[in-house]
Structures are given as C-alpha cells and as structure tokens.
C-alpha cells in the first residue's frame, strides 16, 4: 500500500527535477526527501529517476507514475468535498419511480429543475404503477415514487407529499353526435386493474354506475396510454386524470363530469431514504 505523502514527494522533485528545490517547497530538509524517494523506488521495485551531479530526469517508470500520482492525489483532495456532497444530498444517485400519468404533468419539469439544481445526482428513472412500486420499494430497489391515489388515500407506511389534487375526467369515442351523461355512464369502462391502483378503482366504479346502477368493464390496461388507445377504437369509456387531455388521440374526446371523482398524486418515500431524497423532497416543496 503506497501513501500519499510518499506520492506528494516525489511529485515534488517530478515537477522541480531538482531535491534541493523540491525540499523547499516540502518545507523540509534535502536528505529525508532524499530517503523517501529511495524508500519508494524500493517499495515499487523500479529506478524512478536518473540522478548525476548535474541533473536529475525522471526515468520511463517515474514519467508512468508522475501521471497517475498526479491522478491519484487530485482525486484524494477532492474526497471530502465529494463525501459531504453526498451527505447533504446534493450528490450520489436518485432512483425514482413514477406512473405515467405524472408524465403527462409536471414531472419534465421537476425534473429539468432539480437537475439543474443539483447536477451531481445522477436520476435513475422507472415507470412503474403503485403495486410494482409497493415491491420495488420491499426490495430496495427505489428510493422515492410518484403514485396516484383518491385524495387523502396515500399508501400506508410512507412519507409523503401531495403534489397535485385534479378532477377526473371522462374519455370517450368521438362522434357526430355525443352521447347524453347517462349514455356515458352505461356504456363499457376501460379501466387499470384493481390492485395497480384499488381506492381509485373503486372510487371511479362507484361513481361510474351512479344510483346503484351497474357497471361493465370492457377491458382492463395498466398503461394510461394503452387506455386512451383502447377508447379511440371503440372499446369503451374511460375515467383518467385531466392533466391526461394532453394526449390526443384520433376518435377520442375528453368530457368533464359534474361531480366527478378526483385524484392526488403524490411523492412516497420510506423515512431511512437515503440524503438525496430529503433534497429532492424540499425540492419538490418549493415546485411542485
């Protein structure tokens, strides 16, 4: 194992070619620089220097070694600065998972801010829905996520931040003519699988079929983009946030709803996340 002091010292006389110089600028006297070099050139098993009583120039050895010392000890004085980036999250790595209805919103622009803010956090991006994220974070595999849930719904055994309240809104087959309110709520709903989302699945059944009245699911999709794709083929209706009225799809109009249920997104986070997540969070705070 070599040193850095060892390193420093023989960068010392590298860069002067001269011990006496060098030794100046160590603060200390010729011989013990003398003798560390020797040590080093012993301990690595190779002449570092060619030495008469006119010059001293580095060997093929030293010139290797000069680079990668110079390396080496930028790296070590850059350490600590590095370490307490890391502490007060302002550095290291963001893992953070979203549904894609947070894309249709303002997470570019979360995210454009947050990196130029804090541009050393590397973000590690996973569209997951809320039950791959539940896993994910059993798992230790994200440290933060995006999810939707009715408003104060929010999966249990988490800290959060709400985000965003929004109305749902209705998605169906465009058409000549369009079909009255209670044509909309009879027809077929196109709808993400209980357990993806369960208290806006059930929030959104009950509101679709009214006065006890009942309801036919057409199809099921998790992603909200395949939904809106199953509407524009005639599939059915569907409920999805209003933030979603940005993708436009051919043969699909979106319908506000007198009453309509409503959905919170919200950013979820255990409370042993690491640094980063407390900044991103208090970033959040400030932008969401």
Not at 1 to 18: D, S, T
Not at 88 to 103: D, E, P, Q, W
Request: aromatic letters at 6%; hydrophobic letters at 50%; proline letters at 7%.
């Amino acid at each position: 194992m070599i040193e850095l002091r060892p390193l420093q010292q023989f960068l010392a006389v590298a860069e002067l070619l001269h011990f006496g110089r060098a030794a100046e600028r160590l603060h200390m006297s010729q011989p013990p620089l003398t003798q560390a070099v020797r040590k080093l050139e012993a301990q690595l098993g190779v002449q570092l220097f060619e030495r008469n009583s006119r010059s001293v120039q580095l060997t093929p050895a030293g010139v290797a070694l000069q680079g990668s010392a110079q390396k080496l000890l930028a790296e070590a004085a850059a350490l600590p600065a590095e370490v307490r980036a890391v502490a007060a999250g302002l550095a290291g790595r963001l893992r953070l998972a979203f549904v894609s209805t947070v894309g249709f919103g303002g997470l570019p622009q979360w995210l454009r801010s947050f990196r130029d803010a804090c541009p050393q956090v590397a973000l590690a991006l996973r569209e997951a829905t809320l039950d791959v994220q539940l896993n994910e974070f059993a798992a230790g595999s994200v440290d933060a996520g995006f999810v939707i849930h009715t408003p104060g719904q929010a999966p249990a055994g988490f800290e959060r931040l709400s985000v965003g309240v929004e109305p749902l809104v209705l998605a169906l087959p465009s058409s000549d003519e369009g079909p009255s309110d209670a044509q909309c709520r009879a027809a077929p709903l196109v709808i993400f699988p209980r357990d993806v989302a369960p208290s806006l699945y059930d929030a959104i059944l009950a509101h679709h079929g009214g006065a006890g009245q009942g309801v036919t699911v057409g199809q099921e999709a998790i992603q909200m983009q395949t939904i809106i794709n199953r509407v524009s083929a005639a599939i059915g209706v569907a409920w999805v946030p209003a933030s979603l009225q940005g993708l436009q799809r051919a043969g699909v109009v979106y319908r506000a709803m007198a009453d309509a249920p409503e959905v919170e997104t919200s950013l979820i986070w255990r409370t042993d996340a690491p640094p980063v997540v407390a900044r991103f969070v208090e970033h959040m705070r400030h932008h969401a």
